[in-house]
């Protein structure tokens, strides 16, 4: 089947927003006081069990600071946020375990601050801020305590062990998403503001029918990506904007082994009318995509600042596999990176070290005008697996440093770098 731009619009159409009856239930209703001291997690659970069984409606955060751990949404019930939602850094107030992901792996563990499960129709809406608390003393400091636990669920991961076994939590260290609906339908987050995340900020995984939009991310901790879309189809995020403490939009589908098994790609996804500021990749597809990435399309988006890397990310290797293919770029302007407008390296983090042979195929950009970059293109597939049907369109680049190019087949149709146009592959190097 050919893919092009007329999907985006397809996509578009297909993702429609859930709506929600008329009615409120404030927080303040069931004793939540907003000081930003009384812990209001009760006040916030008995206004969500109110009106999911009321049939739904909007569970009001009004004006004022209000103290709460784990929120857990039900079906048809809209969190909608004026005043502050403020994040306890009590590891405590995240349990029970929940069932999740950690980079990929399928994991029970401390629940995501906001999270849902097997729902339909939910959303978190409002003007207000969802404010994480995290910080070097509380969870980005598990940054540097949660290796050894992650090459655990790693080789429990490779080695078959169910989830029932992967029992994580207290007395370890992996850090929870911030807002994670996981196997939904009909998801909307929309503009709220979030801050000091503790880890990946809106993690979408296994939903369908998924809208983020108008979203402010102004969260800079380690691992702290903006929007990581893991295994779901149907999806737009559009008009938001990233200060991110890593890859600013992420395209994922698990795995290693639980990717293989699970073997669910992220596909039918529009991003349009952001703003991408910091850190790492403006638009990622991998590390973890063992299931696929396909049909992704970005348009009239502004990328660029003093500290972010990459334009395009497209990162993985024969440990991670998968494949990433037509993937759409359009009137992009990029004002500078640090590094290559696009990456797409086969060769990075283990390398060419697993069984796992990646595939990068239809990968277009078409109006794209760069300010200042290190690179234009850093493209090394491997000679069993070439990057296929690579297109540069109408593309303007001002760069310091040549191009690599490696086991890939790129074209160019109207490409200028340092106003000068290229007709040749080896112009770039």
Not at 171 to 194: D, M
Not at 271 to 286: D, F, H, Q, S, W
Request: hydrophobic share 40%; aromatic share 8%.
């Amino acid at each position: 089947m050919t893919v092009g731009w007329p999907d985006a619009d397809r996509i578009l159409a297909d993702v429609q927003a859930p709506s929600f009856p008329d009615a409120d239930f404030p927080i303040t209703a069931y004793g939540a006081v907003g000081d930003g001291r009384t812990d209001a997690s009760k006040a916030v659970r008995a206004a969500i069990e109110a009106c999911h069984a009321a049939g739904g409606g909007r569970v009001v955060v009004p004006e004022g600071t209000f103290l709460t751990g784990a929120v857990h949404l039900k079906s048809y019930v809209n969190l909608h946020v004026v005043g502050t939602l403020l994040f306890s850094t009590d590891p405590a107030d995240y349990l029970p375990i929940v069932k999740t992901r950690y980079e990929g792996l399928e994991v029970l563990n401390y629940s995501p601050f906001v999270y849902a499960y097997g729902c339909t129709d939910i959303a978190v809406t409002g003007s207000g801020t969802l404010d994480g608390q995290a910080g070097w003393d509380s969870w980005w400091g598990w940054f540097h305590q949660c290796d050894e636990d992650f090459t655990d669920l790693r080789d429990q991961s490779a080695f078959g062990v169910p989830l029932a076994e992967r029992v994580y939590g207290p007395g370890h260290h992996l850090r929870s998403s911030f807002i994670q609906p996981y196997e939904c339908t009909n998801v909307l987050i929309e503009a709220v503001t979030i801050v000091r995340s503790p880890f990946w900020q809106v993690h979408p995984v296994l939903c369908r029918n998924v809208t983020v939009q108008d979203v402010v991310i102004d969260s800079q901790g380690p691992n702290n990506d903006g929007v990581d879309v893991e295994s779901c189809r149907s999806v737009v995020i559009r008009g938001c904007t990233f200060d991110a403490g890593d890859d600013c939009i992420a395209i994922k589908s698990g795995r290693e082994a639980d990717g293989l098994l699970i073997n669910v790609p992220s596909e039918d996804i529009l991003i349009e009318n952001c703003v991408m500021r910091v850190k790492y990749g403006a638009i990622t597809l991998g590390s973890d995509m063992t299931g696929g990435v396909r049909n992704v399309f970005v348009r009239d988006c502004s990328i660029g600042g003093p500290a972010l890397y990459f334009g395009l990310y497209i990162k993985t290797n024969s440990v991670r596999g998968g494949f990433a293919e037509n993937v759409y770029l359009r009137d992009i302007t990029i004002s500078n990176l640090l590094k290559e407008v696009v990456q797409c390296n086969f060769h990075r983090g283990e390398g060419d070290t697993g069984p796992l042979t990646p595939v990068v195929r239809n990968v277009e950009l078409r109006d794209v005008t760069v300010g200042h970059a290190r690179n234009a293109l850093m493209l090394r597939g491997y000679r069993r697996s070439t990057i296929k049907n690579f297109r540069l369109v109408d593309c303007s680049f001002t760069v310091d440093l040549p191009s690599t190019v490696q086991h890939a087949a790129l074209t160019f149709d109207n490409v200028t770098v340092n106003t000068h146009p290229i007709t040749d592959v080896h112009q770039l190097r």
